[in-house]
């Protein structure tokens, strides 16, 4: 049974970059995509973006460019980067993996929560 | 962005009963929609996907129906495990997007 873990600092400073990894364990990160999504009291559940074994991403456009999701395959984990954050990015951040190559997400982290607070 | 509108925003049932829920897209995503259900504090689980599609090990209790802009999420007799809160989720149209929930209360 494939299992994910979230983990990075739960408080981040505004302007600074918010980074999260999560563990994949029960399964290989080369048979799958993997996701990120975070929920907010204000905006409800959002996908920040997903990305594959071989690096191809792709990201939500109200995000982009200000996201970057990279993967290590050797140690079956991927992780987040978001940038230039404000009190807005304060969320719980899952990581989730993606049936198939569709858009569900059918495993998911415990989650983690990220307070942007100086 | 596709909107996902839910409704009702909160529902109180009592154990047996049957509950329904809906989901209305503002444009037409075929049978590309998806619902989960969240406890507090967990992560979302994912119930159905393509509209229909019953994930395995989900209780036969569950089932979705509709297509094009018009969704609906039935529990056909409630049970104490499944006060939580539901959402829909459409995979048509780039980037998915998420319903705003419904929370579904013990009477």
Same mark, same amino acid.
């Given at each position: 049974?494939?299992?994910?873990?979230?983990?990075?600092?739960?408080?981040?400073?505004?302007?600074?970059?918010?980074?999260?990894?999560?563990?994949?364990?029960?399964?290989?990160?080369?048979?799958?995509?993997?996701?990120?999504?975070?929920?907010?009291?204000?905006?409800?559940?959002?996908?920040?973006?997903?990305? +594959? +074994?071989?690096?191809?991403?792709?990201?939500?456009?109200?995000?982009?460019?200000?996201?970057?999701?990279?993967?290590?395959?050797?140690?079956?984990?991927?992780?987040?980067?978001?940038?230039?954050?404000?009190?807005?990015?304060?969320?719980? +951040?899952?990581?989730?993996?993606?049936?198939?190559?569709?858009? +569900?997400?059918?495993?998911?982290?415990?989650?983690?929560?990220?307070?942007?607070?100086? | 962005?596709?909107?996902?509108?839910?409704?009702?925003?909160?529902?109180?049932?009592?154990?047996?009963?049957?509950?329904?829920?809906?989901?209305?897209?503002?444009?037409?995503?075929?049978?590309?929609?998806?619902?989960?259900?969240?406890? %507090?504090?967990?992560? %979302?689980?994912?119930?159905?996907? $393509?509209?229909?599609?019953?994930?395995?090990?989900? %209780?036969?209790?569950?089932?979705?129906?509709?297509?094009?802009?018009?969704?609906?999420?039935?529990?056909?007799?409630?049970? %104490? $495990?499944?006060?939580?809160?539901?959402?829909?989720?459409?995979?048509?149209?780039?980037?998915?997007?998420?319903?705003?929930?419904?929370?579904? $209360?013990?009477?």
């Amino acid at each position: 049974q494939v299992q994910l873990q979230e983990s990075g600092p739960g408080l981040v400073k505004p302007s600074e970059t918010l980074s999260l990894s999560c563990n994949v364990t029960g399964g290989s990160i080369s048979d799958a995509y993997w996701s990120w999504i975070r929920q907010s009291p204000g905006e409800g559940l959002e996908w920040i973006g997903y990305i +594959y +074994y071989n690096g191809n991403t792709d990201y939500n456009p109200s995000l982009k460019s200000r996201v970057t999701l990279s993967v290590d395959t050797t140690k079956n984990h991927y992780s987040l980067k978001l940038t230039s954050v404000t009190a807005a990015d304060t969320a719980v +951040y899952f990581c989730a993996k993606m049936e198939g190559g569709s858009y +569900y997400f059918d495993y998911w982290g415990q989650g983690i929560l990220v307070t942007v607070s100086s | 962005d596709i909107q996902m509108t839910q409704s009702p925003s909160s529902v109180s049932a009592s154990v047996g009963d049957r509950v329904t829920i809906t989901c209305q897209a503002s444009q037409s995503i075929r049978s590309w929609v998806a619902w989960y259900q969240q406890k %507090p504090g967990k992560a %979302p689980k994912l119930l159905i996907y $393509e509209a229909t599609t019953l994930q395995r090990g989900v %209780p036969s209790r569950f089932s979705g129906s509709g297509s094009g802009t018009d969704f609906t999420l039935t529990i056909s007799s409630l049970q %104490p $495990e499944d006060f939580a809160t539901y959402y829909c989720q459409q995979s048509y149209s780039f980037p998915s997007t998420f319903g705003q929930g419904t929370r579904l $209360e013990t009477k």
